[in-house]
């Protein structure tokens, strides 16, 4: 039992820091850390991203653009369609009225 | 079993919906015309189309409401500078198309130089499809509406427009 006793204060037992232990703490800890942005990396990352970012943004708004090309001419030939349609019925129906 | 299962599948959305009036044989009259005009829109063009039509102006949104319903409209149009540059043949593939017991000519005008055909399509006494056939002589038209056609909402129409009455009536009576 002293044995154990002994052995644990041993390992508790207070020790001193190497030498300079605590200049080395110090200038690690006021050391100034590089800016992210410093690194040309992280500059190219962004660029990239924001090139994605436009591309989809043209992207989508071709998409709408042609979207709005095709409704504007579908709506032309609806239009068309229905005009051609009712001439030809009032056409008819003046030669029905003629022939009665 | 499992047959009838495979052809019931793949023969419902033709059962479905009425069969369309093909009207292909007719592009090849665009290269003898002085002008043509070809309106294919189905029903998803349809909707797009209708999405663009001003709401300020009645008979747009007018036309919007009818359209709403249809599954397509197709019109083919034809102007020749000089007579016989069709020929009645021409027009066999959509007349025989419209022989079918389903389509009902409600108009048939004939004449020397002009025939003018009005036919509907009914299913349960609804009229879900129109065709107009009218061959002069420098002059070939056809159209063909596929859908449930509103008739009073097409009468609405002002302008330029609108189904004539007296059509519009015959088409009621063959309806009933």
């Given amino acids: ?100 | 079993m499992g047959r009838f299962f495979i052809c019931a599948f793949v023969l419902a959305p033709v059962l479905a919906f009425p069969q369309a009036v093909k009207m292909e044989a007719l592009d090849k009259l665009a290269a003898k015309a002085s002008q043509s005009v070809n309106v294919s829109l189905d029903g998803q063009l349809l909707q797009l189309a209708s999405k663009f039509l001003s709401n300020s102006d009645p008979d747009q949104a007018n036309i919007r409401k009818i359209v709403a319903g249809l599954r397509g409209v197709y019109v083919r149009n034809f102007e020749f500078t000089s007579k016989g540059e069709y020929k009645d043949a021409d027009l066999e593939p959509i007349r025989s198309q419209l022989r079918d017991p389903k389509w009902k000519h409600v108009v048939e005008v004939r004449s020397k130089e002009e025939n003018a055909d009005v036919c509907v399509r009914q299913d349960n006494d609804k009229v879900t499809g129109l065709a107009v056939v009218v061959a002069e002589p420098l002059e070939l038209t056809v159209v063909y509406i596929d859908g449930p056609i509103d008739l009073d909402g097409l009468a609405k129409l002002e302008g330029n427009f609108g189904i004539p009455e007296d059509i519009r009536n015959k088409v009621e009576k063959k309806s009933k």
Avoid: Y
């Fill in chain 1, 1 to 100: 039992m002293i044995d154990f006793e002994d052995q644990l204060r041993r390992a508790l037992a207070r020790q001193e820091p190497s030498a300079g232990f605590a200049d080395r703490v110090v200038a690690r800890a006021t050391k100034r850390r590089p800016s992210p942005w410093a690194n040309w990396r992280t500059w190219a990352a962004a660029g990239i991203a924001a090139c994605l970012c436009l591309g989809a943004l043209d992207l989508e708004m071709e998409h709408q653009r042609k979207i709005r090309a095709q409704g504007e001419a579908a709506r032309a030939q609806l239009i068309q369609a229905m005009q051609i349609t009712s001439t030809k019925l009032h056409k008819i129906q003046k030669k029905v009225r003629g022939s009665s």
